[in-house]
Structures are given as C-alpha cells and as structure tokens.
C-alpha cells in the first residue's frame, strides 16, 4: 500500500538553524499530509497539501510538494527547542473501499539543541 | 474544546482478559480509525469507519474488534489480548466518510502492556 518514506530518520541542530525533512511515495496520491508527535504523544495534524499545489505556508512550516519526482519536502524555519519531535508524512490515495486512507511512514525524529 | 478522548491512557492486562480501550470524539466526525503505533514499524491501521454501523479492517485487524453504534464512539476490544499487543494505541477521527481528504485528529494514545 502507499506508504511515504521520510529522510533523514533522524536530525540533529542547533536552535535557529533550518531543518529540512523529507518523503518519497511510490504511486499518484490525491494529497499529501504532514504531522508531528512528541514523545509518545498523539499526532498533530500540521498541513494538507493537494496534488495541485506546489508550495503551502503555514507560520514557520513551509511544505513543497513534486508529484514528477513524487516527493515533498517539510522545512521548518528558525527552529526552536519545542519543535524537537518526530514528523511524519502521509500520502494518500483513493483504494480503502472508495475511499482515502493516510498511510504513515517511520517518521523522521528531529531533536532541536539549545 | 474540540478532541478525542481515550480511556484509559495506561493499562497493563494479563493474557486472555478481555478488554476495551474507548474512543469518543465531540466534532461530529463520520470517520474514525484505531492506529498502532511500534517502535520500527511506524503506525498502522487497525480498523477504521466511515459512519455509524460502517466498519472495516485496515492494515492489521487480527485480534482486534471494533464497533460503531453511535457517531462519536469507536472502542476497540481486544477479546482475548496477546503479548504480541503490547503496543500505544491511537484513535484519530477525520471530518467525511474518508481518511484522507481532511486531516485526522488524534486521541492522545493508550499504552497496553499484556504479560
């Protein structure tokens, strides 16, 4: 089933800097969703990109998304100590009985260094 | 508020004794899901629903039941828990009959420990 693969697994930086995440799918997706967990937490939804849209902004997250290379990218800018979590992506795709279904990948864990 | 509630939060079982982990969400969602989630293997789809009395298995339903007789509740029932299901458990329920067009809203998890 489609399944997205973030890269890195892990990342490690210093607050402030940027940290760029990323994921590859396999197959045409409708959209693409972004979510972040802290520490044995509940997901937290963070964007919704469509397969029509290239860039979307949310605060410090900018999202892209290639469907030629069927990849999106979550950048977070000027990162800060709160934003260590792991982040997930989850492409779906019209296959669970008609419907759409977000499948997870393992995620990339991000610590944020004071 | 808007949430997803899951009770209990903690539960540590003994093999074979039936339990019920519930899930009841106030945003009158139709879709509903149960996820674990396993160190190495990411989260998976245990079963999920597009609307009351709609059920359907997701990635990895053996072991597990579910129910959906009212719109905000979807529990999970482990009739006969294995070791192999110690895991942390999520609830997610999403605005529409489908998982993926609108983002998902989670429970804040169930960590099951069967001995």
């Known amino acids: 089933s489609q399944q997205g693969e973030e890269d890195p697994q892990a990342l490690s930086i210093q607050e402030g800097e940027n940290a760029t995440m990323n994921c590859s799918y396999k197959t045409s997706i409708n959209n693409l969703q972004w979510y972040r967990q802290n520490s044995g937490r509940g997901l937290v939804h963070l964007i919704l990109?469509?397969?029509?849209?290239r860039e979307k902004h949310s605060g410090r997250l900018r999202v892209t998304l290639d469907t030629s290379k069927k990849s999106s990218s979550l950048l977070i800018t000027a990162s800060r100590a709160a934003d260590t979590a792991s982040y997930f992506c989850a492409p779906t795709t019209a296959f669970q009985g008609g419907s759409e279904k977000l499948v997870f990948g393992k995620g990339t864990k991000l610590t944020v260094n004071p | 508020e808007a949430q997803v509630t899951q009770n209990p939060r903690y539960l540590i079982t003994v093999t074979g004794k039936k339990l019920t982990v519930t899930c009841s969400q106030n945003?009158?969602?139709?879709?509903m899901s149960w996820y674990r989630q396993d160190p190495g293997l990411g989260l998976r789809q245990i079963y999920y629903?597009?609307?009351?009395?709609?059920?359907d298995k997701g990635d990895v339903p053996e072991g597990y039941k579910v129910s959906r007789k009212e719109k905000r509740n979807f529990p999970l029932i482990l009739e006969s828990p294995s070791p192999n299901q110690t895991s942390l458990y999520f609830c997610a329920s999403s605005l529409g009959t489908s998982g993926g067009l609108y983002e998902q809203y989670f429970g804040p998890g169930t960590r099951l420990t069967v001995t």
């Open positions: 990109i469509r397969s029509n849209e």
């Open positions: 629903s597009m609307n009351v009395e709609v059920t």
């Open positions: 945003m009158n969602h139709e879709y």
